[in-house]
């Protein structure tokens, strides 16, 4: 069997875990290539559908990544952001799907560092849950529909 | 006269400061003056400004490109309306006084026109020694331009090269040729002059025992920087100059020409070749293999930065870069191999060792060059025994001219951030020489109208950077390009080498204008640091700023999969699509502003927060001061005297006076901040006040914080169980007040890094061995009789501090060094101390009998109060709890909270001076963002579909902020100047009748579309 | 007098009434209600039939009654809001007092969601103090509640519940007065533990001199074991524990504590008697039937006196 | 019931603290004791305060009325000679304000206007003489005033730092009680065992004893009173609680609470100030379970 | 306001499983208000239907709208276009909405998505509690504002039952006993003394037990 390589997107927020990505670039720091990161100015932006869409389309997990808790730029956009991963979770669960392929996670624009040991981790849990919904099958019969 | 590129008109204005130097303190200074709406002049010997820096490669402690952190700086420098660059010119006298100056300045023929050439590099390509592309001390040079973001943007001709001025001017295409370009002379008028004229770096050559400019694989530091470099000789690959083979082993000498009594050595300490030299081993390991083996040759390791001995533990532990304690004797060259043999002695080791090295680095320092003596004397400014400008004790930036200002090198030998902090604070005392400024007479930055582009497809340019290495040698540029070409709507697909530099933007400007496109996609670094620059290219040509989708292509894909290539180059491609999809839905955007508050809050008020209080002050701005305790003074209150042997309750006094006695001064002590709110320009701040805790809220646009650090006092060594044993801080005030007791005394032991650089507090606290030294000296003074050690690890007196370290060792001072895993140990018997310790001179335990042990303890940071006001003000601090600046090299003064300064010991130790210094730099920081009539809070903001609307409550609810609220239509409305743009109403709207502008769903879901499409 | 009762003839006559109570068996066996009927016999003048209590399904109370009838005692059949509508109470009533069942229990029920059956709707149509009053009117009005004659009234003893203890502690006098201007005739209460709040509920009865309209039976049950009251104390809604019982009961063995038990109940029942107004004892002996006679007897309400 | 009818009845009465706006701005004062009302038993308005600056306690009184509010103003001798005092408490009367405590005012070292003359015709003594004296119906030269005014009185106690001092202010107090004063109000103290003995000691004065709370904003102000306010008694332990509290606001605010139910026990009344954050009084009340 | 909550995943699934090509119908009314059926939530639940069926290996066709009230057959009249093109018709409406737009559209099969709960009122963001039973004869006017039939588990007329501990029903903790909020409510109002007043047996016809209800207004009809 062909090597499965997940791929990941990552919405992040711009004063937090955006910077630590960056961060993580300028100390060279390295992770999967598999996380793609849309910049969002806070996770409370990030709508549960967008979470869906994602899985939808072709992403085999999906994170968010906001600021620690209690540092949000405004206030408390991590924390409804949470509220709305967890929803999906529940929702994957009940649609018979891994809840682990969505996740929050929180971090302060210094943490170059744990940015990639995040993106590592989350690449090796969906890497073992195998290919997302999106990617199964017939995906490219709905696009020739 | 020849009238040619400079602009005539602006020269005859007389409320304006000169700065000479282009290099990264000029330019800061230059742009500081510019942004606070001062006209500024700014001259460089040169025909590009940058200076310096623009040659190294990576810069510490972030290791980031150098290029591309000042290269934001330079181009900027080029749009600033206020500010006037002049290259090729130097001041050959000054007349008048501060306020009053008449400068004469002479400008040398560039024989190019400035304002036509457009850098094309035909002239260079068909007359390659006519053309001026020398980088002057380095003769590896790049084959184009100094470096592809100079400014100003324009070649240079060598008229004594040139055989043929007809084929010359023909190949020409801009006939920007000027034959008959002449030497120009100019008188202008200015209120007060910078120096920001750096210093030469030491050749190596005058000594005879390294081989340096003889030994072909003998190179300096800065050589170094240019054959990693990927604008350097060999486009970011290390070789040997002898044959081109990577070398395995190499070794860095550090102190070469600096901290010397011999032949050509200076006896000052050049500050910063130890991190430079780590930095270069560093970024050995880290991009050319780990298998290249590094060495240090060292004296004392020098790292007494925030957050540099950090940088050091990575270098030793997480590197595996191997220090030696060593000065060597001399550098032997092997014929047959061009290798290199170093012989050292060790400390602990009788004999001496011989190793073999593929390449040697020397660190070479900073020299006053004879053309700056020149200029001195031009200017009628003394300098110091060094030749260094001569400076006010208590204000390092003042020379001893009035009006004439000093910053960077030519100071003291320095680093960056310590330059940025000093250009702002030169260029916040020159403002004192000029009228203040009101906002009224702010205008508008002229753009040219914004081109209607309702209705029409969208026609999208993808512009990719290779940014010399850092994407283009892990990408294949071509075959992306080749990618994007295929989406629907990419009309133009281009590699713009360097994006950022002014040829590029000029370069995608025109290509905008010529394909009429409507949307722009740039694949380059990070938007955090480079959207701004590209949204005002948008502008230039008549584009909506929103129209343009920044791809991060460097931060999160080549620099963190530099060594998997093909995924890198897999993730560019989905990351370019991504970017054209979203760029796709974007619309133009109009921003919203709110008008700014003049006054400014100081937290703290010690000798940082009063010297910044009076900069603001002066210049007409309300300030207030918040001070918790009963009176001002800090710190300072319990210090005596500096090691220049100024009283420094003088000199608190004095400020103090002048504080309070300003009438647009608020002094407010016994003083807690309790809330805060608001946005940058209007800021609310809540505050108890008085015994009683009385309740005020105070309105300001900016906000430095000045709240200094604490003592440490560490329970080591006997501390508050030894009578005899006390700090550094109690010795001098003893030596002030009883000079008897000290005459008493036989011996006394300090004992340095009490409580710092070990587990707990990793930092170096910077200030105590110049405090050492200076009681030490003073001891002295008052008996040259008592016995002086200082037990320490390494000793970190740096720049012109070193002059008095030699003087205690003269004196008689002894330095005996300790490593941590060997401590020394203080016992009490019988009422008398005696401190053990190891000497490894002697390679054996020693006894000291000490009447009075001295521990130099240094500062911590305050962690309840900057953790109290991170919490308040939303502000970010480093581990060890001081505040953390935007950006340690550049940024030193600003924070990354827009309209917060830091200044003084709360963004890390420093010594009296040096927290004055930054105090006036917040000062002037803090006026560029207030000379601003107006807040643009940008066009990121909630948007109502009131047809969509079912007026549920939620965002009203859900807004962090109580923005939302539902109007007398009946529908949720959100005002867009109280918007602060998180979005969160955005998410949670169940009708889905709230987009966030510049980030609505159908964006993020084309970007999620674009990021699967196949 | 109004009606044949029993209960109500022992009340009219000044005496100390006793009743207690029989749970109806969850299954279709009559010896069952017999066996725990006959404990009973001699010891009290009515016997409570409950009404599908703690929303468990049981022989109905109308049945159950009629089986007790025919052992010639005199049962008091309870009736609760949840599980009829006002058709259903009206015919069973009818039904009931056409077997000579002539004393009832207007109750609300417990709450269906802690029964047998969670998800069954309850029907509440109309409340226990409606019940009361619909009941009153049948009898002394000969009408159905919707207003209709009826032939051959049914000449019920109304009772109905009293809870001293539970919240809100100011409204549970007027409650009773709503209930007795409903047409109440007596009143069973809710177990007692806590005798002063008990003492301080009837002052307010005899304030108001409700006393004098209603017979107030106060409710006596007899802890089997510490458990016991901590169950009750934390799990039944409505219901008054003092720590002192739980302590005093936690103060003897285990072995002991069902004597205990009874002792306290005893002990409670002389102190009861010297509250003015109370006319009687229901005593609740819950799934411990057995213990009733014993309890009557040592209280000193042995023998029951003849009407 | 009025505050003055619930003291004397002895029952327990919640005290607020609000202060009013440095200029002409109501819109705060008025907003925030909307939430209050039917909550607390009046409002506390001091009067030039911590010799800052700030709209009169009169008008800031009238205000209360105005919204329903029943209000207790500051009365202090510091700025105003018994002319203006006297003529002020007039105006009070009739305007509705008949609750009075009288204070030692602040030093004027701390506060906003340092130059300004301090007047101190009378000191606490001598205004509780004259409240008696107006409200019996002549004034302080002894001519008849034509209405007689009402009003209770009542008498800050300043911060106390040990039982010497708790004495001597007890002995203080004594004599204030004997000139009218109906009621005692006691600085905030953190230590719940030495004020519940502060509490004690004034106890046999027989007049309520109301002691006061405040809320701490965070850790930089309760830092600060540890060390300038030693009479205060804030422990290193309420610091640390505070800093280790995950939402250090809500802390605050339970603090408060804690402490108000703790003195609700052993005492008739308590005064809650808020020091300018008087937005989240109603959230103080709350978690104190008034 | 109507509030309704999603129906279990799985049986919104069973439902539309004979089904490929599926109008998800959202309603800009009540259940946009109380999350449950606006268009936020249209676009979720198609979302997670393609998530299912990519699951199953197949692909459904969700065609999305939402309407802004389903319970006037104007706005219904707006699926017209798109009808003919479906299988199937999922409406997020509560049962008012479902059953106007099962009424309009005869051919096709038209599934509930959500469970109509209850009349209720908001308690803050993102909490609903029931309020009102729609019994026809309200009685809030005497007993506080607090309605004994909608807040009271056992419909009580006439005060407490002895259920109640600690100002609770007995059937929780997190259910206040609506006659304690009654009686709290009476005694601020002054009110007290109409407690005693007793409360007849409620006539349940216009609440529904005369058959389905219908209001008529002949000046609009």
Redesign the interface.
């Known amino acids: 069997m062909e090597t499965f390589e997940p791929?990941i997107?990552a919405f992040c927020c711009?004063y937090c875990a955006?910077?630590a990505?960056?961060m993580?670039?300028?100390?060279?720091?390295?992770?999967p290539?598999n996380v793609?990161?849309?910049?969002?100015?806070?996770t409370?932006?990030?709508?549960?559908?967008?979470l869906?869409?994602?899985?939808?389309?072709?992403?085999d997990g999906v994170y968010v990544a906001g600021c620690l808790?209690?540092?949000c730029?405004?206030?408390?956009?991590n924390v409804?952001?949470e509220a709305?991963v967890n929803r999906v979770k529940k929702?994957?669960t009940?649609?018979?799907?891994e809840p682990e392929r969505v996740a929050m996670v929180k971090l302060?624009?210094?943490m170059g560092e744990q940015f990639?040991e995040t993106a590592r981790k989350f690449t090796e849990t969906i890497r073992k849950l195998g290919p997302g919904?999106?990617k199964?099958?017939?995906?490219d019969?709905?696009a020739a529909? | 006269m020849q009238k040619n590129n400079s602009s005539e008109n602006t020269l005859s204005c007389d409320r304006r400061v000169l700065v000479i130097g282009g290099g990264v303190g000029g330019i800061r200074a230059a742009l500081d003056l510019a942004e606070s709406r001062r006209d500024v002049l700014l001259i460089d010997k040169s025909y590009a400004i940058g200076g310096l820096m623009t040659q190294l490669d990576r810069t510490f402690p972030t290791n980031n490109c150098d290029l591309c952190t000042v290269s934001p700086y330079l181009s900027q420098g080029a749009r600033e309306r206020h500010l006037d660059i002049k290259p090729m010119t130097c001041l050959t006298r000054l007349e008048g006084e501060a306020g009053a100056f008449s400068a004469t300045l002479v400008t040398e023929p560039r024989y190019i026109d400035t304002e036509k050439c457009t850098a094309c590099g035909e002239c260079a390509k068909h007359f390659p020694e006519a053309v001026r592309v020398t980088p002057g001390l380095d003769p590896r040079a790049p084959t184009c331009m100094r470096y592809p973001q100079a400014t100003p943007f324009a070649f240079s001709i060598d008229m004594d090269k040139v055989t043929d001025i007809t084929a010359l001017k023909k190949i020409c295409k801009a006939d920007a040729v000027l034959e008959n370009d002449q030497r120009t002379e100019t008188v202008i008028d200015v209120a007060s002059v910078v120096l920001a004229v750096g210093a030469d770096l030491f050749d190596p050559a005058v000594l005879d025992n390294y081989g340096g400019g003889q030994f072909d694989n003998v190179v300096t530091g800065l050589e170094y920087e240019r054959i990693m470099s990927a604008s350097g000789p060999f486009q970011g690959n290390l070789k040997r100059n002898s044959d081109g083979r990577r070398p395995k082993k190499v070794a860095w000498i550090q102190c070469v020409g600096s901290r010397g009594i011999n032949k050509g050595d200076v006896p000052y300490c050049s500050g910063v070749c130890c991190m430079y030299a780590l930095k270069e081993a560093m970024v050995t390991k880290e991009r050319f293999g780990k298998d290249i083996e590094t060495t240090v040759f060292f004296m004392d390791m020098r790292t007494h930065g925030k957050d540099y001995e950090l940088y050091l533990n990575r270098a030793r532990d997480e590197y595996q870069i191997r220090m030696v304690r060593s000065r060597p004797h001399s550098i032997v060259e092997k014929s047959d191999t061009k290798n290199l043999s170093i012989t050292y002695a060790l400390e602990d080791k009788p004999v001496q060792e011989t190793e073999e090295f593929d390449m040697v680095v020397l660190s070479t320092g900073f020299r006053v060059g004879g053309e700056t003596r020149d200029l001195a004397e031009k200017l009628g400014i003394d300098l110091n025994p060094h030749d260094f400008a001569a400076t006010d004790h208590f204000n390092p930036v003042l020379t001893s001219k009035p009006g004439v200002y000093v910053c960077g090198v030519y100071e003291s030998p320095k680093d960056i951030p310590e330059t940025m902090v000093q250009a702002s604070a030169a260029a916040a005392m020159a403002a004192s020489n000029l009228p203040v400024v009101s906002v009224d007479q702010e205008t508008e930055d002229l753009f040219m109208p914004e081109r209607d582009i309702t209705g029409n497809d969208p026609k999208i340019g993808v512009f990719i950077c290779d940014c010399g290495f850092e994407i283009g040698g892990i990408l294949d540029v071509d075959k992306l390009l080749t990618s994007v070409m295929t989406h629907q709507d990419v009309a133009v697909a281009q590699a713009v080498g360097y994006g950022c530099s002014s040829e590029s933007m000029a370069k995608i400007e025109a290509m905008i204008v010529e394909n009429q496109l409507n949307r722009v996609v740039i694949g380059g670094c990070s938007p955090r640091t480079h959207e701004t620059k590209f949204q005002d290219l948008l502008r230039r040509v008549g584009l909506n700023r929103y129209l343009v989708e920044i791809v991060n292509l460097r931060d999160q894909n080549t620099w963190t999969h530099m060594n998997e290539p093909d995924r890198a180059q897999f993730k560019a491609v989905k990351l370019l699509q991504a970017g054209i999809a979203g760029v796709r839905k974007n619309r133009p955007l109009k921003d919203h502003t709110l008008p700014m508050s003049q006054n400014a809050l100081v937290v703290g008020g010690g000798v940082t927060g009063m010297t910044s209080a009076l900069k603001l002050a002066d210049q007409g701005i309300k300030t207030y001061i918040v001070e918790r305790a009963p009176a001002l003074g800090g710190l300072a209150r319990s210090l005596r005297k500096t090691i220049e042997g100024d009283h420094v309750a003088d000199f608190v006094q004095t400020l103090v006076q002048k504080v309070t006695a300003h009438d647009k001064i608020q002094v407010l002590t016994r003083s807690i901040i309790v809330d805060h709110t608001g946005m940058p320009g209007l800021f609310k701040t809540g505050i108890q006040t008085g015994l009683r805790m009385n309740y005020m809220q105070i309105h300001h646009g900016v906000t430095v914080l000045a709240t200094g650090a604490l003592p440490n006092r560490p329970a080591q060594y006997g501390l508050g169980t030894f009578k005899n044993v006390i700090t550094q801080l109690e010795m001098d005030s003893l030596l002030e007040d009883d000079a008897a007791r000290v005459r008493s005394m036989d011996q006394v032991v300090m004992i340095q890094c009490v409580g710092s650089r070990e587990k707990g507090n990793p930092n170096c606290s910077r200030i105590c061995c110049q405090t050492a030294v200076k009681n030490a000296l003073r001891i002295k003074k008052i008996s040259p009789e008592i016995q002086v050690f200082v037990l320490y690890r390494d000793m970190r007196t740096y720049g012109f501090q070193e002059d008095y370290y030699r003087r205690a060792r003269d004196l008689g001072v002894k330095f005996i060094r300790f490593s941590l895993d060997a401590r020394p140990g203080v016992v009490e018997t019988q009422g008398t101390l005696s401190v053990y310790t190891h000497d490894f001179i002697l390679d054996s335990d020693i006894e000291i009998a000490a009447d009075l042990v001295v521990l130099s303890t240094g500062l911590i940071a305050d962690d309840e109060t900057t953790e109290d006001l991170a919490l308040l003000f939303h502000l970010p601090r480093t581990v060890d709890h001081y505040f953390l600046e935007d950006h340690v090299k550049l940024r030193p003064v600003d924070m990354a909270q827009r309209g917060f300064f830091l200044a003084g010991t709360a963004h890390s130790p420093k010594t009296i001076r040096e927290s004055i210094t930054q105090a006036q730099a917040a000062a002037g920081r803090a006026q560029t963002l207030l000379a601003k009539k107006e807040i643009n809070l940008g066009a990121c903001v909630a948007k109502v579909d009131t047809k969509k609307c079912a007026s549920c409550l939620v965002c009203v609810r859900a807004c962090p902020f109580d923005v939302p609220f539902i109007n007398a239509e009946g529908v949720s409305q959100i005002d867009a100047d109280k918007c602060h743009g998180c979005g969160v109403c955005a998410g949670d709207c169940p009708a889905k009748a709230i987009q966030l502008l510049a980030y609505e769903d159908d964006q993020i879901l084309a970007k999620l579309d674009g990021l699967f499409e196949r | 007098m109004n009606t044949q009762s029993r209960l109500e003839k022992i009340l009219a006559s000044g005496e100390l009434a006793v009743t207690s109570e029989c749970g109806p068996p969850r299954g279709a066996r009559p010896e069952k209600v017999k066996e725990k009927s006959a404990l009973l016999k001699d010891h009290v003048d009515g016997i409570n039939v409950t009404d599908n209590q703690t929303a468990m399904v049981r022989m109905s109370s109308f049945a159950a009654a009629v089986i007790i009838k025919q052992m010639g005692l005199d049962p008091i059949m309870q009736m609760v809001a949840r599980d009829r509508n006002r058709l259903a109470m009206q015919s069973d009533i009818i039904g009931a007092y056409a077997f000579g069942i002539n004393t009832m229990l207007c109750l609300s029920g417990d709450h269906a969601k802690f029964g047998d059956h969670p998800m069954a709707k309850g029907v509440f149509d109309i409340d226990s103090v409606q019940m009361i009053n619909m009941v009153r009117r049948m009898r002394d009005d000969e009408t159905f509640q919707g207003g209709a004659k009826i032939d051959g009234a049914p000449k019920m003893f109304i009772g109905a519940a009293a809870n001293p203890f539970a919240d809100p502690f100011e409204l549970r006098v007027m409650r009773l007065a709503k209930k007795i201007k409903a047409g109440v005739d007596f009143i069973q209460t809710q177990c007692i533990f806590n005798l002063d709040k008990f003492e301080e509920w009837m002052k307010g009865v005899t304030d108001r001199g409700l006393d004098k309209k209603v017979h107030i039976l106060a409710g006596i049950t007899p802890m089997k074991s510490v458990g016991m009251a901590r169950y009750m104390k934390n799990k039944v809604p409505g219901m008054d524990i003092p720590d002192t019982v739980i302590k005093r009961l936690e103060g003897v063995s285990k072995q002991q504590q069902p004597e205990e038990g009874i002792k306290m109940a005893v002990e409670s029942i002389e102190r009861i008697k010297q509250i003015k107004g109370v006319h009687g004892f229901h005593i609740m002996a819950i799934e411990w039937e057995e213990k009733v006679p014993q309890i009557v007897e040592q209280a000193g309400l042995y023998p029951r006196p003849k009407v | 019931m009025s505050f003055q009818a619930k003291l004397t009845s002895g029952e327990f009465v919640v005290l607020a603290e609000m202060d009013t706006p440095k200029g002409v701005d109501i819109s705060d004062l008025v907003t925030n004791v909307r939430y209050l009302k039917s909550r607390v038993d009046a409002v506390v308005i001091p009067d030039l305060d911590n010799g800052v600056m700030h709209l009169g306690a009169l008008a800031g009184g009238a205000v209360m009325r105005q919204q329903g509010m029943e209000p207790l103003i500051h009365v202090c001798g510091r700025d105003k000679n018994r002319m203006a005092l006297q003529g002020d408490l007039l105006a009070a009367h009739v305007l509705g304000i008949h609750n009075l405590m009288v204070v030692k005012a602040e030093d004027m070292v701390n506060g906003d206007h340092p130059d300004a003359k301090i007047v101190n015709d009378l000191d606490e003594l001598g205004i509780l003489g004259m409240i008696q004296s107006l409200t019996s119906g002549t004034d302080l030269a002894g001519f008849e005033l034509r209405g007689k005014p009402q009003f209770m009185p009542g008498i800050a106690v300043p911060p106390i730092a040990d039982d010497a001092q708790l004495a001597q202010q007890v002995a203080d107090a004594r004599q204030k009680v004997a000139a009218g004063a109906g009621y005692i109000v006691l600085q905030p103290v953190f230590d719940m065992t030495f004020y519940t003995q502060i509490i004690d000691a004034f106890k046999p004065l027989n007049v309520p004893v109301i002691p006061a709370v405040f809320l701490l904003k965070n850790v930089g102000m309760a830092r600060y009173i540890s060390i300038n306010d030693p009479c205060s008694r804030l422990s290193e332990d309420l610091i640390r609680r505070i800093r280790k509290a995950k939402d250090r606001d809500t802390e605050c605010i339970a603090i408060a609470g804690e402490m108000i139910r703790k003195l609700a026990d052993i005492s008739q009344g308590i005064k809650i100030s808020a020091l300018g954050w008087e937005d989240r009084l109603p959230a103080i009340l709350n978690s104190a379970g008034l | 306001m109507i509030t309704a909550e999603q129906k279990p995943m799985q049986e919104i699934i069973q439902y539309i499983a004979p089904y490929s090509k599926i109008l998800l119908v959202g309603c800009n009314e009540c259940v946009t208000v109380c999350a449950a059926g606006g268009r936020k939530e249209v676009g979720l639940l198609a979302s997670a239907l393609h998530l299912n069926h990519l699951k199953q290996g197949k692909t459904i066709d969700i065609k999305e709208i939402t309407l802004e009230r389903q319970c006037d057959p104007e706005y219904v009249e707006e699926l017209a276009p798109y009808i003919d093109g479906v299988d199937a018709v999922v409406s997020m409406a509560c049962g008012c909405g479902v059953q106007t737009v099962a009424g309009r559209y005869k051919k096709s099969p038209v599934f509930p998505a959500v469970n109509t709960r209850f009349m209720g009122a908001s308690l803050g963001q993102g909490v609903w509690a029931e309020r009102c039973k729609g019994c026809g004869d309200c009685v809030l006017g005497i007993t506080g504002g607090i309605c004994p039939v909608a807040r009271c588990s056992k419909h009580l007329f006439n005060g407490p039952c002895g259920g109640t501990s600690n100002g609770q029903c007995e059937i929780g903790p997190e259910t206040d006993c609506a006659w304690r909020l009654i009686w709290e409510r009476l005694k601020e109002l002054g009110m007290e003394d109409r407690y005693e007043d007793l409360m007849n047996a409620k006539d349940w016809r216009p609440g529904g037990a005369a058959g389905p209800g219908k209001i008529i207004r002949e000046d609009l009809a």
């Open positions: 791929e997107v711009h955006y910077t990505a960056d993580a670039g300028s100390k060279r720091i390295s992770y290539s793609k990161i849309i910049r969002v100015p806070c409370g932006k990030v709508d549960a559908i967008h869906m869409k994602a899985l939808e389309i072709g992403a808790a209690g540092d730029h405004f206030k408390n956009g409804r952001a709305r929702m994957l009940e649609l018979g799907w302060s624009a210094g990639a919904p999106g199964r099958t017939g995906i019969d709905r529909s």
